[in-house]
């Protein structure tokens, strides 16, 4: 089971931890005295959702039954096969595409960004019980989520698998937004409405799956952005966006050039040959215009340079536009960081959704 695999990776990060008397007793209290992820990850969480400002007045003893009410809550939620495949979704997403992650602790116990999603998800379990005493604990984790991480995400709203709240602060999600699968959302986002009535009917966005949504966007309505769309920092987004279509600014769509075919290598030498070819007979025109007596200055010069075309590399040194670096070269690495977790053969994960 891959929940498991996790948290036998975790428990060798914590391990690590011990070393250090500033990180020994996180490592015991986090992720070693649990037996499995949804227990690591419901604790860390109830311990934030609780505390004495919260509850003023309560004593340390309700305090505590109120926190391992919570724990059992988040732990019992958590431990759902679909709930639990989502959050390793989240995980695997965070590993993968935030370069500054080199394991599972640290999105686990310092992202709140993966801790805001994943206090959505309990929430939104909540939310579809339909009842008064559910949706009113939904509310109140929305809440705390709010002041906590400073991201406002409503436990009706509708999520995917694989969604990334990068840096998180100030991230709005409206109570009908669709967000689709392996998301990546930066910080001062907002999934809003326009203000305009709308009665039943759906008023925030529809984001699609394997989207990037940039730092500071505003996206307003009842409109899609399809499936690897691009939602540039600060744009303002009221209108539909075609799948993998890139918007800046206020509802500017980026026309993108057609792609230009690449040279095949053969191409490459035949241009090659005839940069060479085209700066020897420019040469030989010069040695022909000195042996016929016509004076080589200024106007000469000129005339035989705009003949001639830029120089090129010598025979033997050209790179062929350095075909040694490729793409595959950076999936392999993203390969590689989803092997380690998942326990799988390179190139056969599916980053579980």
């Given at each position: 089971?891959?929940?498991?695999?996790?948290?036998?990776?975790?428990?060798?990060?914590?391990?690590?931890?011990?070393?250090?008397?500033?990180?020994?007793?996180?490592?015991?209290?986090?992720?070693?005295?649990?037996?499995?992820?949804?227990?690591?990850?419901?604790?860390?969480?109830?311990?934030?959702?609780?505390?004495?400002?919260?509850?003023?007045?309560?004593?340390?003893?309700?305090?505590?039954?109120?926190?391992?009410?919570?724990?059992?809550?988040?732990?019992?939620?958590?431990?759902?096969?679909?709930?639990?495949?989502?959050?390793?979704?989240?995980?695997?997403?965070?590993?993968?595409?935030?370069?500054?992650?080199?394991?599972?602790?640290?999105?686990?116990?310092?992202?709140?960004?993966?801790?805001?999603?994943?206090?959505?998800?309990?929430?939104?379990?909540?939310?579809?019980?339909?009842?008064?005493?559910?949706?009113?604990?939904?509310?109140?984790?929305?809440?705390?989520?709010?002041?906590?991480?400073?991201?406002?995400?409503?436990?009706?709203?509708?999520?995917?698998?694989?969604?990334?709240?990068d840096h998180a602060s100030g991230v709005v999600i409206g109570s009908t937004a669709i967000i689709g699968n392996d998301v990546y959302m930066l910080h001062s986002t907002t999934l809003g409405a326009t203000g305009k009535p709308m009665g039943t009917a759906r008023r925030h966005p529809k984001i699609g799956s394997s989207c990037t949504i940039g730092a500071g966007c505003t996206v307003l309505g009842d409109l899609t952005v399809g499936d690897k769309a691009t939602i540039g920092a600060a744009a303002v987004v009221t209108k539909d966006v075609p799948s993998g279509g890139t918007v800046i600014g206020v509802n500017a769509l980026l026309k993108r050039k057609a792609p230009v075919p690449p040279l095949s290598l053969a191409s490459k030498v035949r241009r090659l040959n005839s940069e060479q070819r085209e700066k020897f007979e420019a040469h030989m025109d010069e040695q022909a215009l000195a042996q016929s007596g016509v004076p080589s200055g200024p106007v000469a010069s000129a005339s035989s340079a705009a003949g001639a075309a830029p120089a090129a590399e010598e025979v033997g040194t050209y790179d062929f536009f350095g075909e040694s670096g490729s793409l595959d070269d950076l999936a392999w690495i993203y390969d590689r960081k989803a092997v380690e977790l998942v326990g799988q053969e390179e190139g056969t994960y599916d980053m579980f959704f």
């Open positions: 089971m891959i929940a498991a695999r996790a948290f036998a990776y975790l428990v060798s990060e914590a391990h690590a931890l011990e070393k250090s008397p500033l990180t020994k007793q996180m490592a015991h209290l986090f992720v070693l005295r649990h037996t499995q992820l949804a227990e690591a990850i419901g604790y860390v969480l109830a311990g934030k959702i609780c505390d004495g400002d919260t509850f003023t007045g309560s004593t340390a003893a309700e305090l505590l039954e109120l926190k391992e009410a919570y724990a059992a809550t988040f732990v019992s939620t958590l431990s759902e096969p679909q709930v639990m495949s989502s959050v390793l979704a989240d995980l695997a997403k965070a590993w993968i595409a935030d370069p500054a992650t080199s394991g599972l602790f640290q999105p686990i116990f310092f992202f709140k960004g993966f801790q805001a999603v994943a206090l959505y998800r309990v929430a939104h379990r909540l939310w579809m019980a339909d009842d008064a005493c559910s949706r009113n604990a939904a509310l109140l984790i929305q809440s705390r989520m709010a002041e906590l991480f400073a991201v406002d995400i409503h436990p009706g709203a509708t999520i995917g698998d694989g969604v990334m709240l």
